[in-house]
């Protein structure tokens, strides 16, 4: 009887992951650094907070392909000597992604993500000297990359995520407003190989099979 049971409950657990499923899940990650330079007097305190909903399909057993959309914010702020500026950044994407799952245990699967990202924003920074805050540009980027994670399925169809770090790479075009600073666009790439306990991803699912 024990036996017929495990079995049982190991068939609903990789059923989670089998051909023909929908998954409707979503991702919360929260980032923070701070940095401080004692011969300078410079301080810097950088945070950030990712939502993304998303909706996935599972093409063959252990395979889920889907999109999901991001909603970024950031909040950084410089401190020198006596003087202190703000800086908020929003940023609003839409990603189209890949999923390999391998089961470790019935319940515990590792998983490697692979996404591509186009995604558009704006900033806006704020100093002492003006109390209001200035939009100073819009941005336009696209990204591609890979991040590896656990889900543990908790029951048949509710799934906990985690990942840590990324490998990624992207590519962001800033506009000035016109009455900006600045006058001339700007181009930059980045390139991300981290995995840090100071980037924690935590996700949840909910699978619904055939």
């Known amino acids: 009887m024990a036996t017929s049971a495990c079995m049982l409950l190991g068939c609903s657990a990789f059923a989670q992951t089998s051909t023909g499923t929908v998954v409707l899940n979503g991702r919360l990650s929260f980032s923070n650094e701070a940095k401080e ?3 300078t007097g410079y301080k810097n305190t950088w945070r950030g907070i ?5 909706i996935g399909y599972f093409i063959h057993d252990g395979l889920e392909t889907g999109i999901s959309s991001g909603i970024n914010k950031v909040f950084s702020k410089n401190q020198f000597k006596t003087e202190e500026t703000k ?31 186009l995604g558009f924003g704006n900033s806006k920074y704020q100093s ?13 980027s696209y990204g591609i990359g890979f991040y590896p994670g ?14 840590f770090g990324s490998l990624a790479f992207s590519r962001t075009k800033q506009r000035p407003e016109e009455d900006a600073d600045v006058t001339e666009s ?9 995995l840090s306990p100071n980037s924690v991803s935590i996700g949840f699912g909910y699978y619904i099979g055939q």
């Open 150 to 163: 656990l889900t543990y399925f908790a029951t048949p169809k509710i799934g906990f995520t985690a990942s």
């Open 186 to 194: 700007i181009t930059y790439k980045s390139f991300t190989a981290a």
């Open 50 to 54: 990712t939502v993304a909903p998303a």
């Open 87 to 117: 800086l908020k950044v929003n940023n609003y994407s839409i990603n189209p992604y890949i999923r390999k799952y391998l089961a470790i245990t019935d319940q515990l699967q590792l998983h490697g993500t692979g996404y591509v990202s």
């Open 37 to 39: 330079y004692q011969e």
């Open 128 to 140: 002492e000297s003006d109390a209001s805050p200035k939009l100073s540009h819009t941005t336009t």
